[in-house]
């Protein structure tokens, strides 16, 4: 038995009526309370948990937290300014603070999170460390896999996972955060040994209305959250700004990416269809991270190909240098790192036919272009993308999304996860951003069928990428999920 009043403390509240009481567990689903629990009311965008309080109540729940008092209930009410807060330092108290028994290393960004995100696990377990990873392909704890149902996982549910992670002896997790958990505290509480960036495109723009509010949701977690070291790529314009910003509030940042004046970057960069050469050259200040100063330099073999994924490396060589491997430690890891799921994955059963075909997780306009940049620099032959853009998602990206696919010798035009939108009318908002390149692509709006059709228009020395659903094994139509993985169709197709 747990008292409320422990569980809120980090927060504060203030009881109504009762002065405290004792609690068995946390819910802030009506539907998931057990006898004794605390029920959370959240308020949302599409409902409010108070709505639910009745139900919870009825459930068996012993106490309420709430925003506002809730007097036709009679149970024990603690009132909190945010109950998103509350939930995530309540849920950090309860599993007894587990992120701080660990090192928690949190990658943010539009793209690249995940490959960062298994680059800096796969260097942890290289050095001998017990690993957890949180993500959008999958979640692990010491090695055993579960299936991942978001990005970022809900703050109860986080602490939850990180409590078992310290109990199975992780020493290192790498956590992938999504804007959306930034804002809605999923991450809130949480004690982070690293954070890092790796760039800002469009993309969520139906939940952040525009791009500077996106940023400045990003910028949270280097500017407000507690971290030993942050590790930011300089990429872009996002990344500079970060840094500047870090720079004013006392917090300084180790900068990474191909700029020459950040302190990890790149050299004799050489590009090929089976991986990338290059010296990956390191200058750190004092101050930027425990480990500093530290220069050097030491050559790096990726079984990865382009210069997106150069700046993923670059990334994670800056977190492994934060987080105290030698140098020559973390370019032996990067160059034994198995295939990323996802990400610029290879259909063998294509290498038979002569041509590549490449399936990729691209969902947003500069994430098809650097894949298209870096499959076009490796193919001898023409680039064949297929792709389509999501239901009920931002939709000014989608004539952002077929401009980018023109950089394609051809493009076929399908549906992804259409979700409760009609599929025909998406494919209707991408083709006007495709205008004058009518000659160069097709609408195939079966994405089983837009595959098939790709591998048919394939010769030797041609490469196919499908885009848009990565490690995916799902199609979302209305608001059913149906078996459909990329991967498995490219194969079927080949074979049949």
Request: aromatic fraction near 6%; glycine fraction near 8%; include cysteine.
């Amino acid at each position: 038995m747990t008292k409320v009043s422990a569980l809120l403390a980090p927060v504060g509240f203030t009881p109504l009526g009762a002065s405290d009481a004792e609690v068995t567990g946390i819910a802030y689903r009506s539907d998931k309370v057990q006898p004794g629990d605390v029920f959370f009311c959240i308020p949302g965008t599409a409902t409010d948990g108070h709505l639910y309080a009745p139900d919870a109540v009825a459930r068996g729940a012993a106490a309420l937290v709430v925003t506002h008092p809730l007097p036709e209930l009679d149970v024990p009410q603690f009132q909190v300014e945010d109950a998103r807060a509350a939930l995530a330092l309540a849920s950090d108290v309860l599993f007894g603070h587990p992120s701080a028994q660990m090192r928690v290393v949190g990658v943010t960004g539009t793209n690249g999170k995940t490959t960062t995100a298994y680059l800096t696990e796969w260097i942890a377990r290289q050095e001998g460390h017990v690993t957890g990873l949180v993500g959008t392909v999958e979640t692990r704890v010491a090695g055993e896999r579960l299936a991942s149902d978001r990005t970022t996982p809900e703050s109860y549910e986080l602490q939850r996972l990180f409590g078992e992670m310290v109990e199975r002896g992780v020493g290192t997790c790498a956590i992938e955060v999504s804007s959306h958990a930034i804002d809605l505290k999923r991450v809130y509480g949480t004690r982070f040994a690293v954070v890092a960036f790796t760039n800002l495109t469009q993309d969520h723009l139906d939940y952040h209305k525009n791009m500077e509010n996106y940023f400045r949701v990003k910028e949270r977690l280097f500017t407000e959250y507690e971290a030993g070291a942050r590790v930011v790529c300089i990429d872009d314009e996002y990344g500079r700004r970060i840094v500047d910003d870090c720079r004013r509030v006392g917090r300084p940042c180790l900068t990474v990416g191909l700029p020459e004046d950040a302190m990890v970057t790149a050299e004799d960069v050489r590009y090929s269809a089976t991986g990338t050469e290059l010296t990956v050259s390191y200058n750190l200040p004092q101050g930027v991270c425990a480990c500093a100063p530290l220069a050097g330099k030491v050559p790096v073999h990726l079984h990865l190909i382009g210069r997106f994924n150069v700046e993923n490396a670059l990334v994670a060589f800056g977190i492994g240098l934060a987080l105290g491997a030698a140098p020559e430690d973390i370019a032996e890891a990067l160059h034994t790192i198995p295939q990323v799921p996802g990400r610029l994955e290879r259909v063998r059963a294509a290498e038979k036919r002569g041509f590549a075909c490449l399936v990729d997780y691209a969902h947003t306009p500069d994430a098809i272009d650097k894949a298209l940049s870096c499959v076009k620099a490796v193919t001898p032959g023409r680039t064949i993308i297929v792709f389509g853009c999501g239901g009920d998602r931002d939709a000014t990206k989608r004539p952002k999304m077929g401009r980018s696919a023109l950089a394609a010798d051809y493009a076929i035009v399908t549906s992804d996860n259409p979700r409760t939108e009609d599929p025909d009318a998406i494919i209707a908002d991408i083709l006007p951003g495709m205008a004058g390149g009518e000659d160069r692509y097709e609408v195939v709006a079966d994405r089983r069928a837009a595959i098939r059709r790709a591998l048919a228009l394939a010769q030797p020395g041609d490469t196919v990428l499908i885009a848009g659903k990565g490690h995916e094994d799902y199609q979302i139509v209305g608001t059913e999920k149906h078996h459909f993985d990329d991967r498995e169709v490219a194969a079927e197709e080949l074979e049949a």
